[in-house]
Each structure stands twice: as C-alpha cells, then as structure tokens.
C-alpha cells in the first residue's frame, strides 16, 4: 500500500498487535519528549487507552531541531516501522520515518505542562478549574473511558434483561416531586414578565403556558411507561437546585430508573443487587489498565473494594433494625439518630463501613421521610422503601415499590400536600389497570465515583455544574 493511503491505527490497538514490521501511522498528543544527541523518544497518547507508545526518532533523521515543536501537550503525527521494543516497559515501538506537527503547544502557556506531565504536582482541585483540558491527564482519561464502559453496560445489562429504554422528558410540567429545589424554565422576560391581575407573574404568557421546570426524575413518566410495556428503564440528565455544596451531589447529573411492573420490594433489592454486582464486574472485565491506575495512584484499596462488592451479598434490614444499631453504636455522630429522623450520610456510611463491613439495603422507612407515591406497609408506620448504601458513598440508590392502590395514593398526597390535580395523569395509571410495581433510581456519577475510587463527585463528570460553576 503506498504510504499517502496509510490509515491510521489507534494506539491502543498497536500495543497489542503481533503483527510486527510493518508501516503505521499514528496520531497523538505527546505526553513527553527526552533523549539525548543520538536519540528521542516520544510518548505519545491518542486516548484510546491508558499507555502511551514509545515513538523513537534517530537523529541521523530527526535533529534535535527538527523536533522542537515536538513539545508537551502538542498534537503529532507519525509515520514509521512497527517494531520488537529494545527497551523495558513496552512490547513494541514506532521507529519514525516522518513526523509531522499537526498542533503545536506553548510549554509556558499549557496548563498541564507547566505544572508536570501529568496529574502528579497538580491537585484534582486545581484541574477542576481548568476542566476543558483535563481530559488530557491519565486520571480522566481513565476516568472518562470507564465512564463510557459503566454507560455502555447499563443499556446491556438491561437489553439482556428484557427491559426497553423510554426517554423520559426533560422540561416537565409537574413540580410535584422536588418543590422547592427545581430549576425554572422560561422565556418570559425576567426584567419585565406578564403580570396577572394579582400582581403574580403570568405563566398563562409563558412558552408553554404553565410553569415548567427541569426534571428531577424520570420515575412518574417511567411508571407509565411499566404499565404498557413492562420491565423499562430510563437513563437521562436530571437537574437539582438544592444547593448541596458536598463532594457527592451535583446540580446536573445522570440518573437511571428501572421501573418493573408485577414486581414487589424483594425483586426490587434484588434487581438492584444484581445489577450493581454486574456493573462492577463490567468494569472490572473491560477497564483493567484504566483501574490499575487509579488503584496505585489514588486508593490502594480500590480494587479490593470492587471485588468485595462483586462477590458478598448485600446486608439487608429494615430502617428499625438500623436505628437501633446506630442508637447502641459507641461512635458520637454529629446528628443523632431517632426513629423517625432520616439518616444522614454519617449514618449510612457508619453502617456500612463500620458495622456490617459490606453494602447494605436499608427498607421500610417511616412513610413521613418518603415520597407519597411509596406503598405504605400494613402497620401504616412505614412505607416500602429502599436505600442501597456503598462504602465511601453512603446512598447510591433510593427506590421502593410504588402504591397502586388509587384511594391509598390519593389519601396519601393529601396528607403530603401533593397536588393530585395536576399529578391527574399519574393517577390514571391507577385508575386503568393498575398493578403491584417498583422501581429504584441510581445515581449514575455516585457509581461512576465508586468504580473509579474518586472522592469527590464534581471529577467523575467531564463538565460539573455545581453553586457558583457553570464555566465550561
Ligand atoms: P441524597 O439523600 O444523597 O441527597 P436523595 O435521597 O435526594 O439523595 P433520590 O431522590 O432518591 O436521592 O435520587 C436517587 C439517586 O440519585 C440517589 O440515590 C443518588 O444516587 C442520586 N442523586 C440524588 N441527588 C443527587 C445529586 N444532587 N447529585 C448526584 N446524584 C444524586
Ligand atoms: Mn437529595
């Protein structure tokens, strides 16, 4: 083949080829460039995977000169021989024949160069503000591919399982579910809006003549969607305004809601169980180098951590039993613990971490903590709820089988002060053919920060949107 019609090889596929001597093109972001009179090498990285490629460049062929735009953070391309490594650390390397600047990068002005090659030197903080360019480190890269992988096993776990995706809308009309902590969406102008007699702005005015806010959750539209077609999930963006400054919420983030009709509290906690065992497994499977990093970079235990999960089944009790563990426990908590208070992450992560030593799936939840839409169990005290909690995470899914009964339901909203007229539409899944349901709801960024070991959420998604922050 000539070699104009050379098509480029991902790197990540070259470190793996046996097929050895051969020309191939390659096209990357140099990580590093040292050497001496009589050689250079490259490191070059094209984000397929963790490794970069050794590039070597003779300076029989390439002077010293010739590569100084060959610098930290620069894009290259290069064509040259696939050949057996001399060297420790890789099993090829590209002995270059033409190399060709695609981008240059001013060393003294490229924010990841100035302060080291990689993440080493430069805080997860710090790179928080410069969150356009961090996709080059090792650490995102291996964050974001094993984002993807979790992604990608989510709609596969769920497409073996017989479930249907159904995209849930975005703007909703309903406030029922997050009052108070929902961001508007409007075209009104905000200097001047229609104003009412009363002196109230005038939604009548508005785009789609209501309120309308961004969704805290698929669930009421996925409950509808489980009583046509079944077994369904939804995986979509969701917006919460509380103005939780922690390192496990964000304002904009992924959720995934299952949502199965005929199934009870147990096939819940066992579907969630099942599922977040097999997610794991997924990553474990398919990010090995990706988890490795992280692993010796971050969190010694990481690995560990994901095997447990993977391989002891989850502790379950109820919310009663809980209270009383963490009423007789020595630990002072900050809040204390009464039946009927709900738990803070102290809490949850007391249980898990210290207690039971694995996840635990805490039930039956007094029903005045929970929404209205949980069924109520037959004490009338509790409600048939439940939380999944992970070491280092506290919740990472909240879920409960749903009240089918329309006169419970509707009992229930009007001691919860929930508008039954405008959840009108929500109600007739009740009133046609209801059935016993359930359904959970899953953080996607909570998993994404236990597979991966981070600490904190706002670095498990590429561009967080948290109080004060929506830069890039
Ligand atoms: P928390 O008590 O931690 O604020 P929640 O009870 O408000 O969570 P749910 O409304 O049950 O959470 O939402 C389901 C799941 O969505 C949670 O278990 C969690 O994994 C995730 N989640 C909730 N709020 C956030 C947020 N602000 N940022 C990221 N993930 C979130
Ligand atoms: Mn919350």
Redesign the pocket.
């Known amino acids: 083949m000539p070699a104009d019609q050379l098509r480029r090889t991902r790197i990540q596929d070259l470190l793996q080829s046996t097929d050895l001597n051969r020309e191939v093109l390659v096209k990357g972001w140099v990580r590093t460039r040292r050497g001496n009179r009589y050689v250079q090498f490259i490191a070059l990285n094209d984000g397929s995977g963790l490794a970069t490629l050794q590039v070597v460049a003779d300076a029989e062929k390439f002077p010293e000169e010739s590569l100084k735009e060959v610098t930290t953070g620069s894009c290259i391309a290069v064509r040259g021989q696939l050949v057996a490594s001399q060297g420790k650390g890789q099993a090829v390397e590209v002995q270059a024949t033409e190399i060709e600047v695609l981008g240059t990068t001013d060393p003294e002005t490229y924010p990841i160069q100035r302060r080291g090659a990689d993440q080493k030197g430069i805080s997860l903080e710090e790179l928080r503000k410069i969150a356009h360019l961090r996709p080059r480190t090792n650490t995102f890269g291996a964050v974001l591919r094993i984002r993807h992988a979790l992604a990608f096993a989510i709609h596969d776990y769920f497409n073996k399982h017989g479930f249907y995706y159904v995209h849930t809308p975005i703007i909703t009309g309903s406030d029922a579910e997050g009052a108070g902590q929902m961001f508007r969406v409007t075209t009104l102008p905000p200097e001047h809006p229609p104003r009412t007699e009363d002196g109230s702005v005038d939604f009548g005015q508005d785009f789609f003549g209501k309120q309308t806010n961004l969704t805290v ?1 698929g669930q009421l539209e996925g409950e509808l969607a489980a009583m046509a077609l079944g077994s369904v999930y939804t995986f979509g963006p969701t917006f ?1 305004a ?1 103005n ?1 400054n922690t390192a ?4 904009e ?1 992924w ?1 995934i809601e299952p949502e199965v009709a005929f199934n009870d509290l147990v096939d819940n906690m066992d579907l969630a169980e099942d599922f977040l065992q097999s997610l794991v497994k997924y990553a474990l499977a398919h990010c090995a180098a990706d988890l490795q990093f992280l692993n010796d970079t971050y969190d010694k235990e990481l690995l560990e951590r994901l095997k447990f999960v993977t391989d002891n089944a989850f502790q379950r009790l109820t919310y009663t039993e809980a209270v009383e563990i963490l009423k007789s426990a020595k630990k002072k908590f900050e809040f204390p613990v009464d039946w009927g208070t709900d738990l803070q ?1 102290e809490h949850e992560r007391y249980l898990v971490e210290k207690h039971f030593k694995k996840p635990v799936i805490l039930t039956n939840y007094p029903k005045e903590i929970k929404a209205f839409y949980m069924k109520l169990d037959d004490d009338g005290r509790t409600v048939r709820a439940m ?1 999944v909690l992970f070491p280092g995470i ?5 879920g409960s089988q749903r009240e089918e009964d329309l006169t419970k339901l509707e009992t229930r909203m009007a001691e919860m002060h929930v508008p039954a007229d405008e959840l009108w539409w929500y109600l007739d899944t009740r009133r046609f053919g209801t059935a016993p349901h359930a359904g959970f ?3 996607f ?2 998993l994404v920060l236990f597979v991966t070991g981070m600490t904190n ?1 706002r670095d498990v998604i590429p561009f967080p949107r948290f109080p004060k922050n929506a830069e890039f």
Do not use: V, Y
Request: charge should be negative; hydrophobic fraction near 35%.
């Open positions: 959750s919460r509380e939780s496990r919420h964000l304002a983030f959720m992450s939380d506290g919740e990472i899914i909240g709801g899953l953080g960024e909570r959420i």
